[in-house]
T-cell receptor
Framework: GAGVSQSPRYKVAKRGQDVALRCDPI?????LFWYQQALGQGPEFLTY????????KSGLPSDRFFAERPEGSVSTLKIQRTQQEDSAVYLC?????????????FGPGTRLTVT | AQKVTQAQTEISVVEKEDVTLDCVYE???????LFWYKQPPSGELVFLIR??????QNEISGRYSWNFQKSTSSFNFTITASQVVDSAVYFC???????????FGAGTTVTVRA
């Protein structure tokens, strides 16, 4: 079946613009995660959904970052008033079940460049 | 809090050589899960292996093998007889039993030359 998909793959925004990044998880996957990966670094956790409930948003760097998953499938990560430090690859992952032992399947990411 | 350290930034080998990637972790939990992921130039993180903290048996899966040692908090990963297609960034990651997020190391870039 299809893997995790993300769109757009590349986004260039001028500083101050709002952006919306979309994630389509693997069908039926309960858990959905967003990570931020700066150049040359490992991914850093942003937020976690179980179905439509956002259970953990401790990794969101500021109140300019907002994520939602209203129907428990597709998720959107929104960044308001983008800053240059927001430039990174944003990765989405989904997992078939709850629990820490189940591996997360990652999408190809959205590369955001803020100019 | 947990932390994953990958001290090797880059490794370059010639095809057919073995490559061992080091990973050291820190966690206060007694039950946790360790992972290795591969990130090729396309950008997508690909799951390779998972290990539970309560099972220190080391295994081999094809050309991949791992050495998990709880006493030294290490989870090293070896690619045997490397191939050019193995060129990628490899990440070690940790997940505690009472948590859902993965904590990643900074990654090791592996370049396999023909």
């Amino acid at each position: 079946g299809a893997g995790v998909s993300q769109s757009p793959r590349y986004k260039v925004a001028k500083r101050g613009q709002d952006v919306a990044l979309r994630c389509d998880p693997i069908s039926g996957h309960v858990s959905l995660f967003w990570y931020q990966q700066a150049l040359g670094q490992g991914p850093e956790f942003l937020t976690y959904f179980q179905n439509e409930a956002q259970l953990d948003k401790s990794g969101l760097p500021s109140d300019r970052f907002f994520a939602e998953r209203p129907e428990g499938s597709v998720s959107t990560l929104k960044i308001q008033r983008t800053q240059q430090e927001d430039s990174a690859v944003y990765l989405c992952a989904s997992s078939t079940r709850q629990g820490p032992s189940y591996e997360q399947y990652f999408g190809p990411g959205t590369r955001l460049t803020v100019t | 809090a947990q932390k994953v350290t990958q001290a090797q930034t880059e490794i370059s080998v010639v095809e057919k050589e073995d490559v061992t990637l080091d990973c050291v972790y820190e966690t206060r939990d007694t039950t946790y899960y360790l992972f290795w992921y591969k990130q090729p130039p396309s950008g997508e993180l690909v799951f390779l292996i998972r290990r539970n903290s309560f099972d220190e048996q080391n295994e081999i899966s094809g050309r991949y093998s791992w050495n998990f040692q709880k006493s030294t908090s290490s989870f090293n990963f070896t690619i045997t007889a490397s191939q050019v297609v193995d060129s990628a960034v490899y990440f070690c990651a940790l997940r505690n039993s009472n948590d859902y997020k993965l904590s990643f190391g900074a990654g090791t870039t592996v370049t396999v030359r023909a």
